[in-house]
C-alpha cells in the first residue's frame, strides 16, 4: 500500500492550497483518512480527518479555513487550505486507516509528507 501526497509549495499569507493524497496498491476499504502536520521543532499534529461516511473533523486552528474531502471510489482525500497563515507552515502528512482485506484488521498506513510554506 502506498499513500502518495502532493499539492504543498510555497504561497503568500492569505493564499490558498490544496493537498491531494491517493492510495493505492492491495485495499479492501479505506475507513477513516486524515491530514497530520509536524512544524519544525513541534510534534505532529491532527489537522484534519474524514470518515468514510464524509463525517469530518478538524483541529481548532484551522476551523472556518481548510476542507477536507474524499473520493472513495478512487481513496482519495484532499485537503483545500484557504485564508493560509504563516503559522500553517509545515510538513503536512496524509495517512489513511484501512483494511487489506475482509478478514483483516485494520491498520494504519502514512503518506510522505509534502511541505507547505506562508510566507508572510
Known amino acids: 500500500v502506498q499513500l502518495q501526497a502532493s499539492g504543498g509549495g510555497l504561497v503568500q499569507a492569505g493564499g490558498s492550497l490544496r493537498l491531494s493524497c491517493a492510495a493505492s496498491?492491495?485495499?479492501?476499504?479505506?475507513?477513516?483518512m486524515s491530514w497530520y502536520r509536524q512544524a519544525p521543532g513541534k510534534q505532529r499534529e491532527l489537522v484534519a480527518i474524514i470518515t468514510n461516511g464524509g463525517s469530518t473533523n478538524y483541529a481548532d486552528s484551522v476551523k472556518g479555513r481548510f476542507t477536507i474531502s474524499r473520493d472513495n471510489a478512487k481513496n482519495t482525500v484532499w485537503l483545500q487550505m484557504s485564508s493560509l497563515k504563516p503559522e500553517d507552515t509545515a510538513v503536512y502528512y496524509c495517512n489513511a486507516d484501512l483494511k487489506r482485506s475482509r478478514v483483516g484488521g485494520v491498520n494504519r498506513y502514512w503518506g510522505k509528507g509534502t511541505q507547505v510554506t506562508v510566507s508572510s
Open positions: 496498491g492491495s485495499i479492501f476499504s479505506v475507513e477513516v
